[in-house]
């Protein structure tokens, strides 16, 4: 059964800038016999992230919302296992998958055939299940016989599509998705919320970061409150939401 | 430790990502040209060429036996070449970086896909090395070229060891990218590439001494038919197994902060 939790995580961010990162501070401590001591000191640390502490069962849903910069990327980096915390520690259960950066990994030189091919298989996906998704997509993005042009002569629309119809063919157990309905018309998003309901459809755990109520609270049964790296509120929806927008 | 072991296992058994990826990326740096990789093909054959003709026409020099030497040498440098300077940008280059930022994917796949894309870049390059071969009718063709296949899955093994190595310093320190790109050009110049390793005094010890040339030798021996060379295979496994010791080491104690280096 899929489970994530996450238990008294926090996460500090090194910034290696200027003097921490070149070569001649480690090359002049070692000559100089450690007089003069340029150490780790140099870099600057961001506390992204501090004692953040929840837990989500099968069927979750959970909207993680907050203020630009309070961390909400940062967290569904943590729960992903992109970042390691500093402390604390990310209980997982489950595969995961991620809907972040759609257009990572894309090849704009290569065909949009040859793209869902290599996400697959970058995905883990075996050389049958890419046939099935292939026409998968084929069928979501619309894009007929452009799937055998290279990406860079797609319009942003039907780059979307594709974008999108390959991110939510790989499936796991716990689907983290940050901010993703930026472009699109209003027929994509349409299509695309109808394929999310799909995608996301299941005893899955899905985390959500979001700016959009409408969307969250289409899907979304628990929400978690972040602000400045603090989680300030987790629990029913409709209370966290009342708490977020009822802030100074 | 163990779970770097799987980790490197896993990368290595998912050879269709990244022997795709690696074709797809060397088209990329040839996008929309006619030629498309052969360019590398043709651009190392002009400028041998153009040394071959210079020290022909110019210097008067018998070129026959020592041109295939030359050649075989010198594009088994420039995989090399690429490896440690390329190599530096394994993970904080795109695709790369954007990759390790948004999935969570096992890291060890981008020295692999990198290494790929620098041996089949060296597979374009062979074809000169063939014309020179065949032009200069001075090497005795024998089965001893069958070497080159173990010896180009060695290289590649150790490719993908350095350039993960390289890949992370380089991602931590910006200055270790222009460092190796310096030191290039003298290692170029203390390699037996443009010179004969045989011989007394300096230029045997040199040769001896300087890693590079065995890595070198091992490839360019069966190239030019010649039997493999005990000493150099025994500092290139030598060498492999050290820097894949390094590897795992450096992956294990470091590997989860390369995101935040790049």
């Given at each position: 059964?899929?489970?994530?939790?996450?238990?008294?995580?926090?996460?500090?961010?090194?910034?290696?800038?200027?003097?921490?990162?070149?070569?001649?501070?480690?090359?002049?401590?070692?000559?100089?016999?450690?007089?003069?001591?340029?150490?780790?000191?140099?870099?600057?640390?961001?506390?992204?992230l501090?004692?953040?502490?929840f837990?989500?069962?099968?069927?979750?849903?959970?909207?993680?919302?907050?203020?630009?910069?309070?961390?909400?990327?940062?967290?569904?980096?943590?729960?992903?296992?992109?970042?390691?915390?500093?402390?604390?520690?990310?209980?997982?259960?489950?595969?995961i998958?991620?809907?972040?950066?759609?257009?990572?990994?894309?090849?704009?030189?290569?065909?949009g055939m040859?793209?869902?091919?290599?996400?697959?298989?970058?995905?883990?996906?075996?050389?049958?299940?890419?046939?099935?998704?292939?026409?998968?997509?084929?069928?979501?993005?619309?894009?007929?016989?452009?799937?055998?042009?290279?990406?860079?002569?797609?319009?942003?629309?039907?780059?979307?599509?594709?974008?999108?119809?390959?991110?939510?063919?790989?499936?796991?157990?716990?689907?983290?998705?940050?901010?993703?309905?930026?472009?699109?018309?209003?027929?994509?998003?349409?299509?695309?919320?109808?394929?999310?309901e799909?995608?996301m459809?299941?005893?899955?755990?899905?985390?959500?970061?979001?700016?959009s109520?409408?969307l969250?609270?289409?899907?979304?049964?628990?929400?978690?409150?972040?602000?400045?790296?603090?989680?300030?509120?987790?629990?029913?929806?409709?209370?966290?939401?009342?708490?977020?927008?009822?802030?100074? | 430790?163990?779970?770097?072991?799987?980790?490197f296992?896993e990368?290595?058994?998912?050879?269709?990502?990244?022997?795709?990826?690696?074709?797809?990326?060397?088209?990329?740096r040839?996008?929309?040209?006619?030629?498309?990789?052969?360019?590398?093909?043709?651009?190392?054959?002009?400028?041998?060429?153009?040394?071959?003709?210079?020290?022909?026409?110019?210097?008067?020099?018998?070129?026959?036996?020592?041109?295939?030497?030359?050649?075989?040498?010198?594009?088994?440098?420039?995989?090399?070449?690429?490896?440690?300077?390329?190599?530096?940008?394994?993970?904080?280059?795109?695709?790369?970086?954007?990759?390790?930022?948004?999935?969570?994917?096992?890291?060890?796949?981008?020295?692999?896909?990198?290494?790929?894309?620098?041996?089949?870049?060296?597979?374009?390059?062979?074809?000169?090395?063939?014309?020179?071969?065949?032009?200069?009718?001075?090497?005795?063709?024998?089965?001893?070229?069958?070497?080159?296949?173990?010896?180009?899955?060695?290289?590649?093994?150790?490719?993908?060891?350095?350039?993960?190595?390289?890949?992370?310093?380089?991602?931590?320190?910006?200055?270790?990218?222009?460092?190796?790109?310096?030191?290039?050009?003298?290692?170029?110049?203390?390699?037996?590439?443009?010179?004969?390793?045989?011989?007394?005094?300096?230029?045997?010890?040199?040769?001896?001494?300087?890693?590079?040339?065995?890595?070198?030798?091992?490839?360019?021996?069966?190239?030019?038919?010649?039997?493999?060379?005990?000493?150099?295979?025994?500092?290139?496994i030598?060498?492999?197994?050290?820097?894949?010791?390094?590897?795992?080491?450096?992956?294990?104690?470091?590997?989860?902060?390369?995101?935040?280096?790049?």
């Open positions: 059964m899929a489970e994530i939790t996450l238990e008294s995580v926090c996460l500090d961010f090194p910034v290696y800038q200027g003097g921490a990162k070149s070569f001649r501070n480690i090359a002049l401590k070692a000559s100089t016999g450690g007089i003069i001591k340029h150490s780790e000191s140099n870099v600057v640390t961001v506390s992204a501090q004692d953040i502490n837990s989500l069962k099968p069927a979750d849903c959970v909207a993680i919302i907050g203020p630009n910069g309070a961390g909400k990327s940062t967290l569904l980096r943590v729960m992903a296992g992109l970042y390691r915390p500093t402390s604390g520690r990310v209980v997982l259960q489950g595969k998958a991620t809907l972040f950066d759609l257009s990572i990994g894309l090849e704009m030189d290569a065909t040859d793209n869902i091919k290599f996400a697959g298989y970058s995905r883990g996906l075996s050389k049958e299940q890419i046939g099935v998704v292939r026409e998968e997509i084929a069928e979501f993005s619309e894009l007929g016989e452009f799937l055998d042009l290279p990406l860079r002569t797609y319009s942003t629309g039907m780059l979307t599509r594709l974008i999108f119809g390959i991110a939510t063919a790989a499936t796991g157990d716990v689907i983290l998705i940050d901010e993703i309905f930026g472009a699109g018309d209003s027929a994509f998003i349409k299509k695309a919320e109808a394929r999310m799909k995608f459809g299941g005893s899955k755990i899905i985390a959500f970061a979001t700016h109520n409408s969250a609270r289409k899907f979304c049964n628990k929400a978690a409150y972040l602000s400045g790296g603090k989680l300030i509120e987790f629990g029913d929806f409709d209370t966290v939401v009342a708490t977020y927008e009822g802030r100074d | 430790m163990r779970e770097t072991l799987i980790l296992k990368a290595l058994f998912s050879w269709r990502v990244w022997c795709l990826q690696g074709w797809l990326d060397l088209h990329a040839y996008r929309r040209t006619t030629f498309g990789p052969w360019w590398v093909t043709l651009g190392t054959g002009l400028a041998l060429g153009g040394m071959g003709t210079a020290w022909s026409v110019i210097f008067g020099m018998n070129l026959r036996e020592f041109f295939p030497y030359m050649v075989g040498g010198y594009i088994t440098w420039m995989m090399w070449a690429e490896f440690l300077t390329v190599g530096c940008g394994t993970f904080k280059n795109s695709p790369a970086n954007m990759v390790i930022k948004n999935i969570p994917m096992n890291a060890f796949f981008h020295p692999f896909r990198q290494t790929m894309l620098t041996m089949i870049s060296f597979a374009h390059n062979i074809v000169v090395f063939i014309i020179t071969a065949l032009i200069a009718q001075s090497t005795d063709f024998s089965l001893w070229i069958l070497m080159v296949v173990p010896a180009l899955i060695l290289t590649f093994f150790i490719g993908v060891c350095v350039t993960t190595i390289f890949g992370m310093v380089g991602a931590r320190f910006a200055d270790f990218e222009l460092a190796v790109t310096s030191l290039m050009v003298f290692f170029f110049l203390v390699t037996p590439i443009m010179w004969h390793a045989d011989g007394e005094g300096a230029r045997g010890w040199i040769a001896l001494l300087n890693p590079m040339a065995h890595l070198i030798e091992i490839v360019r021996a069966p190239l030019l038919g010649l039997p493999p060379s005990p000493i150099s295979w025994g500092v290139s030598g060498l492999t197994l050290l820097s894949f010791m390094l590897m795992i080491w450096l992956y294990k104690t470091r590997g989860h902060r390369i995101i935040f280096w790049i």
